[in-house]
């Protein structure tokens, strides 16, 4: 089963300052090989769904080793089975109803 | 590691009146013998990670059999390893302070 | 125009224990005269549009005031125009299908 | 008050095909003058607290307006008081730290 997800990793109880852990999330992400995109709150992550979530799991045990005594997460994901569609798809197909 | 999670599913494509589908997807977190609580968006879901997350991806499953060709869904969770804390502690660490 | 919203407040740079805040937060929310109902992540609020967004944007103004200088905020927010459909009809629906 | 805010905006009752309403949608943010950025799963939106969620409710009534006759949105939103920070300033200081 593919899913696009968007994942957001709120590290909490190091102070304001969490890029550092945020981008060792993006190197999580990348070390699986999945497609990924940053955006200004959170991350967008396509692949199949056990991949995606074995990632997303292994962000969480990172910061946490990185010194977050705790994580908040929201994750969005869509799947579905009338046909694929990838990230880039579901962006174009909202552009172009704007040009 | 343990999770608390809050699971909010919306299927697409298939009317306005969801809760046939969110029905199904409280008996499969039940069956997983997690501890949930439903609440009018969305249920409170407390376990270990792979346990709780293998449930969701469940309910994708699920609610796609049940004809719904397109799933949205909201994940909240949170992990901490600086001390255990159940869904119940947390609600009364609140409503403690609040009487 | 009528919502029902889910509201979780996330206070950063504060520490690890953020209930006081969650208690500042319902207490506005309640000062504001709206149905709410506290969960283990987060609070189910009815009420009207711009009178949930106005008791919304307060618990951010509160919870700085309280000292924390950096906010992340969940939000997950419902709308019909089909039907009226209060938060306690919402669990009705799904707990009926569940007996 | 400045906020970060993304905005995930999903019709109900509609059919699976969403994309002319996220089209809509992202029509009225622009004209509301508020700094956007449209991603796969949502749109980063950049402004004070006020005009960013007057333009979300607008949203909202657009979308019933083409004929929703249910929505779900999901809304991510940030402030803090310690510094000024920009969408563009987010994604920088993650990506510097990526190189």
Chains 1, 2, 3, 4 share one sequence.
């Not at 968007?6 to 497609?35: F, M, T």
């Not at 990632?55 to 908040?72: D, L, S």
Request: glycine share 8%; charged share 25%.
């Amino acid at each position: 089963m593919k899913v696009i997800a968007d994942l957001c990793v709120v590290p909490i109880g190091v102070g304001v300052s969490v890029s550092s852990y945020i981008a060792a999330c993006q190197r999580v992400l990348e070390g699986a090989g999945l497609e990924i995109r940053l955006h200004a709150y959170g991350t967008n992550i396509e692949g199949e769904w056990d991949e995606v979530f074995a990632a997303i799991k292994r962000c969480h045990e990172v910061v946490h080793e990185m010194g977050a005594p705790r994580i908040h997460t929201n994750i969005k994901c869509g799947t579905r089975v009338d046909r694929e569609q990838t990230m880039r798809e579901k962006v174009e197909s909202v552009t172009r109803k704007l040009t």
